[in-house]
């Protein structure tokens, strides 16, 4: 186990790059998807013809990334099977959880030695987006300054976000600088779309077990080091057995 109160003082060039290598968090309970999730774990879950984690390796591959580093915990051997028996053309490795689900935070922290010193992505394995007129991966690293910035999270507004029944995660400033949560009782107009680069520095001083990413992402929004860039294509918010067939419509409607 890793220790805690660690600290990491990386601090690469900036660039603009496609980051090589990005994190696939793949080891949630996929509670809200049951009864679909029961016998799967909810990545495999298929939405128009494909398992939505071979929807993310679409979008990973077509970016430019050349590896994958997995976390996965629930149902992990028939993610592990269907990650070996695929053709992704990425490279992966698996981060394994199975003796403790570690949620977000802790997840990158049990795979911090699998994702190197440079900026790197993270995405949701049960994320399903389309692009608008740029790759939003692409646009994600153009936009990245690494002198700026420890975290850049693409964001969709509220009233574009498919299928979601949320009020809004995050306020933007009129330079893309996250500057809060959503409110008690009020909207928030942006939507964590579940894609962000982040810098190896943002893991620092982390608790002992599972936490969420939302840990660093504070202190980053604190320190004015966290940014928001919006999606100009559609996303999709699959998390109930609803909403598959709702955007599997909306797919075919182009």
Same mark, same amino acid.
């Given at each position: 186990?890793?220790?805690?109160?660690?600290? &990491?003082?990386?601090?690469?060039?900036? $660039?603009?790059?496609?980051?090589? +290598?990005?994190?696939?968090?793949?080891?949630?309970?996929?509670?809200?998807?049951?009864?679909?999730?029961? +016998?799967?774990?909810?990545?495999?879950?298929?939405?128009?013809?494909?398992?939505? @984690?071979?929807?993310?390796?679409?979008?990973?591959?077509?970016?430019?990334?050349?590896?994958?580093?997995?976390?996965?915990?629930?149902?992990?051997?028939?993610?592990?099977?269907? #990650?070996?028996?695929?053709?992704?053309?990425?490279?992966?490795?698996? %981060?394994?959880?199975?003796?403790?689900?570690?949620?977000?935070?802790?997840?990158?922290?049990?795979?911090?030695?699998?994702?190197?010193?440079?900026?790197?992505?993270?995405?949701?394995?049960?994320?399903?987006?389309?692009?608008?007129?740029?790759?939003?991966?692409?646009? &994600?690293?153009?936009?990245?300054?690494?002198?700026?910035?420890?975290?850049?999270?693409?964001?969709?507004?509220?009233?574009?976000?498919?299928?979601?029944? $949320?009020?809004?995660?995050?306020? &933007?400033?009129?330079?893309?600088? @996250?500057?809060?949560?959503?409110?008690?009782?009020?909207?928030?107009?942006?939507?964590?779309?579940?894609?962000?680069?982040? %810098?190896?520095?943002?893991?620092?001083?982390?608790?002992?077990?599972?936490? %969420?990413?939302? &840990?660093?992402?504070?202190? =980053?929004?604190? =320190?004015?080091?966290?940014?928001?860039?919006?999606?100009?294509? #559609?996303?999709?918010?699959?998390?109930?057995?609803?909403?598959?067939?709702?955007?599997? =419509?909306? #797919?075919?409607?182009?």
């Amino acid at each position: 186990m890793m220790k805690p109160k660690r600290t &990491l003082n990386i601090r690469p060039e900036p $660039g603009g790059t496609v980051p090589k +290598t990005a994190m696939v968090m793949a080891a949630g309970l996929g509670k809200r998807m049951r009864p679909l999730t029961a +016998t799967r774990p909810k990545p495999l879950i298929e939405v128009a013809g494909k398992p939505l @984690i071979g929807h993310v390796f679409d979008r990973l591959r077509a970016s430019g990334v050349e590896r994958a580093v997995v976390n996965v915990h629930y149902l992990a051997d028939a993610l592990e099977a269907y #990650l070996h028996n695929r053709e992704t053309g990425i490279d992966i490795v698996v %981060s394994d959880e199975r003796g403790r689900l570690m949620e977000t935070g802790g997840g990158l922290v049990q795979a911090r030695g699998l994702l190197g010193d440079e900026p790197f992505l993270v995405v949701n394995s049960d994320n399903l987006w389309v692009d608008g007129p740029s790759d939003a991966i692409k646009m &994600l690293a153009a936009r990245w300054d690494d002198a700026t910035m420890d975290a850049l999270l693409l964001m969709v507004p509220l009233a574009r976000a498919n299928h979601h029944g $949320g009020r809004g995660d995050f306020r &933007l400033a009129p330079d893309g600088r @996250i500057l809060g949560r959503r409110q008690p009782g009020r909207l928030a107009p942006f939507v964590y779309t579940g894609v962000q680069i982040l %810098s190896p520095r943002v893991i620092a001083d982390w608790p002992e077990g599972p936490f %969420s990413t939302m &840990l660093f992402w504070e202190r =980053a929004i604190v =320190a004015g080091r966290a940014y928001g860039l919006v999606h100009q294509g #559609l996303w999709f918010d699959v998390g109930t057995p609803g909403a598959v067939p709702l955007t599997e =419509a909306m #797919l075919a409607d182009g």
